[in-house]
Structures are given as structure tokens and as C-alpha cells.
């Protein structure tokens, strides 16, 4: 049996039977993921290193201890784990993520065309650094939702999951990111395309 038709739950369930290999698979199968989301709040290859093997410890020992019971929610159960190690260490350092100065966000690479002339490339560089300022301007609430979804690619689903709200009010703080973002940018006579 090919190990990518094998579910999450199945694969949980091999590995507290005994079988090492099903732990491999599941965490191959879901380290890009959970990795590129730690990057993303800690804004440190050393600490998301350091994180995202001690998510994978916990959810080992927790496994190991028969306390696993989330039955067919690996994903959002295992990013539940990262985010709050994460929420840890900001809370043993006294302070709270920020997001500015870094070049881990970067919602025009998406958009960018691979045969911008120069005049687009600079065009396009300013108005991608004058983004990743107003965002820092946004509730952290506003901008967590907003860089999970953006940048992380998240589900509305698993951002509820992992910020414990409801998707309702993950949605809600999605739409006032984005009302605030155009405010921010009408207040301050900000041009945000190339016309």
C-alpha cells in the first residue's frame, strides 16, 4: 500500500502500535507545513529549527503516553502544539512577535512577473516594502490572521483551530485587516499600482 493513501489517523495509529516508519511518514508528509509556519512567527532558522523539534518531541511523548485523541486531526492538532511553544517562548523572552524588517512575507513574490522590466521590478520592490510597514500598523489579532492566511496559506479552518476563536471571527478579523489596510493606505495618499 502506497504510503500517501494512507490517512493521518491510520499512520497515528501504526506508530503508537510500534511502527517507527508511520511516525517518519507522517511527519515527511507534514514538516514543510509545520516548519514554514513556525519560520513565519519566530522569524529565526535556529529557533523554528529548534521549535519545530520540540513540537515533534511533544507530540511524540503525548502519542508515547496514549493522550493523543484527536481522531483524524493530526494537521491542526500538531500546528496547535507548534503554536503554543511558540506563544512560550515569546512569554519566557517578555516580549511578542513583530513582524517588521523581515523578508519572510511576501505577498507580491506571488504576483511578480518573471519578465518585469527594471522600471516594474523597482516599482514593485517599493510598494512591497511599503506594505510590509502598513501591516505592522494592524491589530496583532488583524495581522496574525492575515499573515497565517496570506503568507502561510492557511485554511480559515485551521486558523480558527490554532488561534482558538471561531472561523466567524477568524473571517471577521480577516475583513478588518483588510478595511484597515485600505484606510491606512487612503489616510496617507499611499498610490498601490502601477496606473
Known sequence: ??????SDTELVRQYI?????????????????????IKMMVKSH?????????????AIK?????????????LPWIMRIA????????RRVKRMPTYS???????????????????????WDQVHVDVKKL??????????VLEMRIYQDLSFKEISELTNVSINTALGRM?????NLRKIIKENNLVMSAQ
Open 46 to 58: 535556529d529557533l523554528a529549527e529548534d521549535v519545530f523539534q520540540d513540537t515533534f518531541i511533544k
Open 17 to 37: 502500535s510500534g511502527s517507527e516508519n508511520a511516525l517518519e511518514e507522517i511527519i515527511a508528509r507534514h514538516k514543510d507545513r509545520i516548519y514554514g509556519y
Open 62 to 74: 503525548t502519542l508515547k503516553a496514549g493522550n493523543y485523541n484527536e481522531e483524524g486531526k493530526f
Open 135 to 144: 501591516i505592522d500598523y494592524l491589530p496583532d489579532e488583524q495581522r496574525e
Open 101 to 123: 524588517g523581515t523578508d519572510d512575507f511576501d505577498i507580491f513574490d506571488v504576483i511578480k512577473s518573471e519578465d518585469q522590466n527594471i522600471d516594474e521590478k523597482l516599482f
Open 175 to 179: 475583513r478588518y485587516a483588510l478595511i
Open 83 to 90: 503554536h503554543n511553544l511558540i506563544i512560550d517562548h515569546f
Open 1 to 6: 500500500m502506497n504510503n500517501s493513501s494512507i
